[in-house]
């Protein structure tokens, strides 16, 4: 039986904010991707695309941001079980990269794809 506290909406908010407050203080990479999906957005609303078209690039435009929340989770986790090197620990981040990169991979290809069909 897992020792969890009883759901409050307002306190898991609380949480997930301060999550994001972490990742923005802590995360080179997650404050380079929040630009680029700043940076990007607009393009999003004033592109003559379809809104299908439009609603996937915004996924994969904010995928590429929870990919990278998830890689720093799991490189946290790592890190709390052991400092040492373990090629088990090494893994498990390196995968956690590869989410990163393969979304950022999905991201580049899909604008690329929908904005050259707009053109």
Same mark, same amino acid.
């Given at each position: ?7 409050? /909406?307002?306190?898991?908010? @609380? ?5 994001l407050q972490? &990742?923005?203080? #802590?995360?080179? @990479?997650f404050k380079?991707?929040? !630009?680029?999906?700043?940076?990007? &957005?607009?393009?999003?609303? !004033?592109? =003559?695309? @379809?809104?299908?078209?439009k609603l996937?690039? /915004? ?12 890689? @720093? ?5 790592? =890190? ?13 981040? =390196?995968?956690? %990269? %590869?989410?990163? /990169?393969? #979304?950022? #991979?999905? /991201?580049?290809?899909?604008?690329? !794809?929908?904005?050259?069909? #707009?053109?």
């Amino acid at each position: 039986m897992r020792n969890q506290p009883k759901y409050n /909406f307002f306190k898991n908010t @609380s949480y997930a904010i301060k999550g994001l407050q972490d &990742l923005l203080r #802590s995360e080179t @990479s997650f404050k380079i991707e929040l !630009f680029v999906a700043i940076a990007l &957005l607009p393009v999003i609303f !004033f592109l =003559d695309a @379809s809104i299908t078209n439009k609603l996937l690039m /915004f996924i994969t435009l904010f995928g590429m941001l929870i990919a990278e929340a998830i890689n @720093s989770a799991i490189e946290r986790v790592v =890190d709390l079980v052991t400092l040492e090197h373990h090629p088990l620990a090494g893994r498990a981040k =390196d995968i956690g %990269s %590869s989410v990163v /990169f393969l #979304s950022i #991979s999905v /991201f580049v290809i899909t604008w690329i !794809f929908i904005i050259w069909e #707009s053109l």
